[in-house]
């Protein structure tokens, strides 16, 4: 069972944030299969801190591609970056206190998540970042 499926439709058209949403979803994926048959503390740990690592490369990766295309909307977008970071800190010490009793919340949250902002917002720097690539 996987928690997100790459689709090709996901696609932001620029190969260097592509790459970095597939391994994300891998990252996601992963702590998922981790977490299938009981919760293992030490499992969790390590695939939560990569997740987290993974994520503050990716945000810095994308943050410094609106930069340079100027994009308007760009501190709402970091804002999310930043909430994202925050809420999934927030969620994972409920796992940990509650010895992986919000682990639902947590895997539902980081599903709906790369919905709403990699399938959402980050479609909305596409032109601005296309045009300033070519
Ligand atoms: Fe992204
Ligand atoms: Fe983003």
């Known amino acids: 069972?996987?928690?997100?499926?790459?689709n090709d439709k996901y696609s932001v058209g620029i190969r260097e944030i592509d790459d970095q949403h597939r391994?994300?979803?891998?990252?996601?994926n992963k702590l998922?299969?981790?977490q299938r048959d009981e919760y293992d503390a030490l499992k969790f740990k390590t695939a939560l801190s990569s997740l987290i690592h993974y994520a503050y490369t990716h945000f810095a990766t994308e943050e410094q591609?609106?930069?340079?295309?100027?994009?308007p909307d760009m501190d709402?977008?970091?804002?999310?970056?930043?909430?994202?970071?925050m809420k999934t800190l927030d969620l994972a010490l409920k796992v940990e206190n509650g010895k992986g009793e919000s682990m639902k919340e947590?895997?539902?949250?980081?599903?709906?998540w790369f919905s709403?902002?990699?399938?959402?917002?980050?479609?909305l720097y596409i032109p601005y970042i296309t045009k300033n690539l070519k």
């Open 1 to 6: 069972m996987k928690i997100i499926e790459w």
């Open 23 to 28: 391994t994300l979803v891998n990252t996601i």
């Open 32 to 34: 998922l299969e981790d």
């Open 65 to 71: 591609y609106m930069l340079q295309a100027k994009f």
């Open 76 to 85: 709402q977008h970091i804002m999310e970056h930043v909430e994202f970071i």
């Open 106 to 112: 947590l895997l539902y949250y980081l599903e709906k």
């Open 116 to 123: 709403s902002h990699v399938l959402g917002t980050d479609r």
